[in-house]
Structures are given as C-alpha cells and as structure tokens.
C-alpha cells in the first residue's frame, strides 16, 4: 500500500464546477499535511496547509479527518487558471520530517 | 530575493558519466529534499539531511550521492549506477525538522543522451 494515495484523476470539469480531491495516508502518527498544486512541467508550489479544524483560504477548503487519515481539498466556482495537478503531502509520524507525496491528481478546466 | 536555486535547468549526460545537479537556498532552512519525478508520476524522495553534515537515504537512494557541508547547499551527484537517470530532479527546503512545508527549486532536467 502507498504511504499517500490519491484519485486518480484526470477531473474535466467546466468553469464554474466545483471539484473535490480526496487523499488517504498510511501513517497513522503524521503530523503534517499540505496541498500543493503542480503545472506542467513547473516546480510544486505549496497551495496551503491543512489543519485539524479544517481551513478555507478563498474558493479552497481543505479538511483533514485523522481518525480515518483522510484529506480533502475541495475547489469553488473552478477557474481556467485551477488546471494543474494537485498534489497531497503529508510529513512527520516520528523522527525526521520527511515529506512523502501523492502521486498527484490533475485537473483540467475548460470553458 | 529569498529562495532556492537549482542549476543547470537542462543537464545532458552520457552513458557512464557522473554529474553533480547543484541546490542553493538562502531561506536559513535547515532541512533540504532532493526528489525526482518521471513523467506522469509523483515525487520519489531520494535523499534528505535535517541539519548540516547529516543526510539520510529516502526511497530511491542507488545511484545517487548527495553532501551537506553548509547549511545553504544540497548538491545531488547521480553516478554511472543509476541505471535510469533521465528524469526530472527537484530540490527543496524546509524551515527545521518539525514538519513544516517545503518550497521547491525550479527543477533540473536530466537526459542520458
């Protein structure tokens, strides 16, 4: 079993959907969890961080569910500008910060 | 400007060769990544060090070497071991050891010609 799996993918949605990515991970003792989101061909970049109590920064929320090590980024009113490949990281679970990642889901918006 | 720095952008590398992809950050980060990333796949850590003069092996260590003699450097050399070379390689850096998010380089890619 993968340490952090995600959808598959790929998600074609229209303008203006709203998109949901689920993630699962193994270790149950990880202390942090992130999404970052990946263009092509491009560097990761951190999207935000996701936090026991559930935070939404604009049209993202991602919520973090640690009984059933489960993560969630929902994406609002999706844009052309959101197609990329979302990735979910999660790190710590004892000793050193390693950040393991998801194998990525990739959206595409279209008009 | 804050950040990090991978170089080259583009390597070309031949069959036998060993090179050296070069990490620069001067965030004050005290933990550095090195991964690598196939096409249509995630990343595959293959070495991190938490603090200076230490690293660990990650998941796909063979073939790769890396130091970490100052705090701001991370070089990652890939030998003529590494049977599969041709890739993309990201570095990355975090605050400290205690699971705080990482920011990435803009990559190097890597072709065995």
């Known amino acids: 079993r993968k340490e952090v799996e995600q959808d598959p993918g790929p998600f074609n949605v229209p303008e203006g959907a709203t998109v949901a990515f689920n993630c699962t991970y193994s270790n149950s003792a990880s202390q942090s969890f992130f999404w970052y989101r990946q263009d092509c061909r491009k560097e990761p970049k951190l999207l935000m961080s996701v936090y026991s109590s559930g935070n939404e920064d604009g049209r993202f929320t991602a919520q973090l569910n640690r009984a059933s090590q489960y993560i969630s980024l929902l994406i609002r009113d999706s844009k052309l500008s959101d197609s990329a490949t979302y990735l979910c990281?999660?790190?710590?679970?004892?000793?050193?910060?390693?950040?393991?990642f998801g194998a990525g889901t990739r959206l595409a918006v279209h008009p | 400007d804050g950040g990090i720095t991978q170089s080259p952008k583009y390597l070309f590398r031949k069959e036998g060769q060993n090179v050296t992809l070069s990490c620069e950050q001067n965030l004050n980060h005290d933990a550095m990544y090195w991964y690598r990333q196939d096409p249509g796949q995630g990343l595959r850590l293959i070495y991190y060090?938490?603090?200076?003069?230490?690293?660990q092996k990650g998941d796909i260590a063979e073939g790769y070497s890396v130091s970490r003699e100052k705090k701001e450097s991370f070089p990652l050399t890939v030998t003529s071991a590494q049977k599969n070379p041709t890739a993309f390689y990201l570095c990355?850096?975090?605050?400290?050891?205690?699971?705080?998010?990482?920011?990435f380089g803009q990559g190097t890619r890597l072709t065995v010609v």
């Open positions: 990355a850096s975090s605050r400290d050891s205690r699971n705080t998010e990482a920011f």
């Open positions: 990281v999660v790190s710590g679970g004892g000793g050193y910060n390693k950040l393991i």
């Open positions: 060090s938490q603090i200076v003069n230490d690293f």
